[in-house]
């Protein structure tokens, strides 16, 4: 399984963009790369995933080079109420490869007004 | 998206006893995980429950400490046994759909003194 490295925090203000970099270096073929969040006490929340290139959806985009050795989430506009951790992992099809997420120790963000 | 319900929520028990935590889906998935998150810390995978197999356990987890039921397609039950203060945590049980995508319940929050 590839491990991920994530900053552990990162601080941002309302309305700023935030990036969050993850490298996945021993990333496998058929390797998908998948972004959470998680607010405190609650279960982590599926934001986005994606395979190569750019991944766009109404919350965040998701940029992947060429060698997917890392992957950059994307939040445009961030409010107080993106304050969460987000967590970046990758993985094989669970289903059709029998595989498993796992998680690293994720990023804290915090925006501040 | 998937829709996962856990029971209980939330719970204080002795040390010495055991709880079992149930998992509603909304719909038939083939495969389920169960998930511990220490205070402060990340999700750490538990086991993955097919239904129709027995569990598969990460290292460090065993049966007899946390036995898994699968009986359908859309339950599945996880009970931590001989408790001690060291297990408390949050319990969450996830379910894959789609082709990668792993969406998560709500968490049972224990805490044993």
């Known amino acids: 399984l590839a491990k991920t490295t994530q900053p552990i925090s990162m601080d941002s203000y309302e309305g700023q963009e935030v990036n969050i970099t993850c490298s996945h270096n021993?990333?496998?073929?058929?390797?998908?790369i998948t972004w959470y969040q998680q607010f405190p006490s609650q279960g982590p929340r599926f934001i986005i995933q994606?395979?190569?290139t750019k991944v766009t959806n109404e919350v965040a985009s998701l940029f992947i080079p060429a060698d997917r050795k890392s992957s950059t989430l994307s939040l445009p506009r961030v409010s107080l109420s993106d304050t969460a951790v987000y967590y970046c992992?990758?993985?094989?099809?669970?289903?059709?490869?029998?595989?498993?997420?796992?998680f690293g120790q994720g990023t804290e963000l915090s925006v501040k007004p | 998206s998937a829709v996962i319900s856990q029971k209980p929520s939330r719970d204080i028990c002795q040390r010495g006893t055991s709880l079992t935590i149930q998992c509603q889906v909304d719909?038939?998935?083939?495969?389920m995980f169960w998930y511990r998150q220490q205070p402060g810390q990340s999700l750490t995978l538990i086991a993955t429950?097919?239904?129709?197999?027995?569990?598969?356990?990460e290292s460090g987890f065993v049966i007899d400490k946390f036995p898994i039921s699968r009986p359908n397609l859309t339950f599945s039950t996880l009970t931590v046994s001989n408790m001690s203060p060291e297990d408390s945590s949050i319990y969450l049980c996830?379910?894959?759909?789609?082709?990668?995508?792993?969406?998560f319940g709500p968490g049972t929050r224990l805490l044993v003194l």
């Open positions: 429950a097919n239904q129709g197999s027995e569990a598969t356990y």
């Open positions: 719909s038939q998935v083939t495969m």
């Open positions: 992992l990758v993985g094989a099809p669970s289903y059709n490869q029998g595989g498993k997420l796992i």
């Open positions: 996830s379910v894959v759909r789609g082709w990668e995508t792993q969406y």
């Open positions: 021993n990333i496998a073929t058929n390797d998908y």
């Open positions: 994606g395979y190569k």
